[in-house]
């Protein structure tokens, strides 16, 4: 059983900063993907970022040069670092972990006020 456990959410000024983290128990294995989607009230779920195991990365056009997504694969960790923070990305945040089947975090709520 993969479970996700996600911390760094907040309430955050416009122009401000935060760091998503997304620690995954138990065993993921290689050759999988993780990443972030958010869904904000009254709008779809969109993806943010993802991730390879082979570092690949993926952005949204609403957040690229401003959003940076990493991860640790010996922690099983991945991270989204977030500059320049509008008021457009308070959303609730999902981690994910796609390794056969899609694992998904609990969600952090991350509020931007302008």
């Known amino acids: 059983q993969v479970r996700l456990v996600e911390s760094g959410g907040g309430l955050v000024q416009a122009g401000g900063s935060l760091r998503l983290s997304c620690a995954a128990s138990g065993s993921i294995g290689s050759g999988n993907g993780m990443g972030w989607y958010r869904r904000a009230p009254g709008k779809q779920r969109e993806l943010v970022a993802s991730?390879?195991?082979?570092?690949?990365?993926n952005y949204a056009d609403s957040v690229k040069g401003r959003f940076t997504i990493s991860r640790d694969i010996a922690k099983n960790t991945v991270y989204l670092q977030m500059n320049s923070l509008k008021p457009e990305d308070t959303a609730a945040y999902y981690c994910y972990a796609a390794v056969g089947v899609v694992y998904w975090g609990q969600g952090t709520q991350v509020t931007v006020s302008s």
């Open positions: 991730i390879t195991s082979g570092g690949y990365t």
